[in-house]
């Protein structure tokens, strides 16, 4: 079935060019067989304290193992789930391996230890993937407690109600919320007191022009000080560099993952590092 759909075809889409219809019928056709045949799988990046270099989480990045292509990044993918409102089925996927995963190694995992995935804007208010968490809290509630959902200001702005009242019921579950990409949507700044985050992601692009760009470093500041202030836990992405893990470090970032630490990893690595008890 894959072989029907070639790579220009599908996952380079012109809208200009191509048949809307016979595209979407094609992607959720090969999405659907990718799902039932298993190709979706999570690498997982560490999430490290900065001021001990331990690995106190990891996120969980999804890829499709395609059988002719390979490997497949999200970002080829996730814009072509979007347009055919397939999104939420992957992201209830992914929460489900996520479970799996905390399940298989729940007595591995250290008590604060917290596996985040991402989820979109349309996964995050569908009842189908609060049905998964339900169950869950229902069946073994202390697995909730190892998982950290990772959202966009986008998911808010689409839906400011019900985004308030789903992290509401979530939270009350022992699942945490993270913010993710900060400072790179709208209105950042009002949303990050009337919602409850236990977390905020600091955009790479703050992080990666901290050596040069005196602007960035005071809005890197800025926005350290101010997490700090509403009690929120501030988590740098992309550190690429000893000089940018340094000066997070020095500003009192709690944590931040990049591939100056580890670029994401496969899971038995992943376990490698934590039986290990590694420090970066
Ligand atoms: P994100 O959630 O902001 O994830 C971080 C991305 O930055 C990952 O790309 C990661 O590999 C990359 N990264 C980490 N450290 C560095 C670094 O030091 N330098 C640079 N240049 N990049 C770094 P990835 O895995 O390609 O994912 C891209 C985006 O796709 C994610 O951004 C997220 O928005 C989305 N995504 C990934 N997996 C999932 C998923 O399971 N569900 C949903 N809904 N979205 C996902
Ligand atoms: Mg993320
Ligand atoms: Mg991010
Ligand atoms: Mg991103």
Redesign the pocket.
């Known amino acids: 079935q894959a072989k029907l759909l070639g790579r220009d075809q599908v996952f380079y889409y012109e809208p200009a060019e191509s048949d809307t219809s016979t595209s979407t019928y094609k992607i959720e056709r090969e999405f659907l067989s990718a799902i039932e045949n298993h190709e979706f799988y ?2 997982f ?1 560490p999430i490290i304290q900065l001021s001990s270099g331990a690995i106190t989480a990891a ?5 499709w193992g395609h059988p002719e292509q390979g490997k497949i ?3 080829t993918f ?1 814009p072509e789930l979007i347009k055919s409102g397939y ?1 939420h089925k ?2 209830i996927y ?1 929460a489900q391996k996520a479970l799996d995963f905390i399940f298989m190694w729940r007595n591995l995992l250290a008590k604060p230890f917290r596996l985040n ?4 804007g349309a ?1 995050f208010n569908s009842p189908n993937l609060m049905d998964v968490f339900n169950k869950q809290f229902e069946k073994d509630p202390l697995i909730l407690q190892h998982l950290c959902l ?1 959202i ?1 200001e986008q998911t808010i702005v689409s839906n400011v109600n019900d985004t308030k009242l789903t992290i509401d019921s979530l939270r009350k579950m022992g699942i945490q919320i993270a913010l ?2 900060f400072g790179t949507g709208y209105s950042s700044l009002s949303y990050l007191h009337q919602f409850t985050f236990d977390s905020l ?1 600091i ?2 692009a703050f ?2 022009d901290l050596d040069d760009e005196k602007d960035n470093r005071i809005i890197l500041d800025t926005i350290i000080n101010l997490a700090r202030s509403l009690d929120i836990k501030t988590v740098a ?4 560099t000893l000089e940018q893990y340094q000066y997070l470090k020095t500003m009192d970032c709690a944590c931040g ?4 630490m580890s ?2 990893i496969g899971m038995e690595n992943l376990i490698t590092l934590l039986e290990e008890g590694i420090q970066f």
């Open positions: 999570l690498e990046q996120e969980g990045l999804v890829r990044a999200p970002n996730i999104m992957l992201d992914v995935i991402n989820i979109s996964g990772e966009t993710d990409d992601k955009d790479r992080i990666s992405e992309g550190i690429e993952q990049g591939f100056y670029r994401p």
